[in-house]
């Protein structure tokens, strides 16, 4: 079982919909980041968040961390929102290190 | 502007050669990373350094080998010995007082023909 489960795998909205994203993770983590990947392939980190929500503009992410699960929600899409999505908790590794692991990605198309 | 440099965006190698992917950070971060992205999988980390002269093997080490000389500079040698290596690498780099906040680089494409 993969240490990290998203769903869905791919998305296809149309302007102005909600988008939801799902996250569940089986590590313990400290913190957990949602991150953006466009198709030239470089990397943003949207955000990190240890508990509650937390809002940058149209994008929310909240996390429940006994439930051990994070959605990522998307009001108002946009057709630039169309990117993949990735969930990274970040778990404890050996010698105390911090480890992030990442989930496949939600790839989300978002249609004029 | 602070960032992560990685050169070169695409790269073609022969197989049985080596060759290397630059990572350069401008950020003053002290630690660096080395993640490998293969299609529809999660990133897997290969090597990070968290200081100057040393840097430890992730999860999927074989046939990659790295140097941390400079603070700035974390360059990942593809080595012949890499059975599988084309694939999509990812640099990040971050600030150890910002735990957990990753700045990544735009990537690296390497295919072997």
């Known amino acids: 079982k993969n240490e990290v489960e998203q769903s869905p795998q791919n998305l296809t909205a149309q302007e102005g919909e909600f988008i939801t994203i799902n996250c569940s993770y089986s590590?313990?983590?400290?913190?957990l980041h949602w991150l953006q990947q466009h198709p030239g392939g470089g990397i943003v980190s949207l955000f990190m968040?240890?508990?509650?929500?937390k809002k940058h503009g149209r994008l929310i992410a909240t996390i429940n961390i006994q439930e051990k699960h994070s959605s990522l929600h998307i009001t108002a899409s946009h057709p630039r929102d169309s990117a993949v999505y990735i969930c990274?908790?970040?778990?404890w590794g050996q010698g105390g290190s911090e480890k992030l692991v990442f989930g496949k990605g939600t790839k989300l198309t978002v249609n004029p | 502007d602070g960032g992560i440099t990685q050169s070169p965006k695409y790269l073609f190698r022969k197989e049985g050669q080596n060759v290397t992917l630059s990572c350069e950070q401008n950020?003053?971060?002290?630690?660096m990373y080395w993640y490998r992205q293969d299609p529809g999988q999660g990133l897997r980390l290969i090597y990070y350094?968290?200081?100057?002269?040393?840097?430890q093997k992730g999860d999927i080490a074989e046939g990659y080998s790295v140097s941390r000389e400079k603070k700035e500079s974390f360059p990942l040698t593809v080595t012949s010995a890499q059975k599988n290596p084309t694939a999509f690498y990812l640099c990040?780099?971050?600030?150890?007082?910002?735990?957990?906040?990753?700045?990544f680089g735009a990537g690296s494409r390497l295919t072997v023909l």
């Open positions: 990040a780099s971050r600030n150890r007082a910002h735990v957990g906040v990753l700045t």
């Open positions: 350094s968290q200081i100057v002269n040393d840097f």
């Open positions: 950020l003053n971060h002290d630690a």
């Open positions: 590590v313990g983590i400290s913190a």
């Open positions: 968040l240890s508990s509650g929500k």
């Open positions: 990274a908790p970040l778990s």
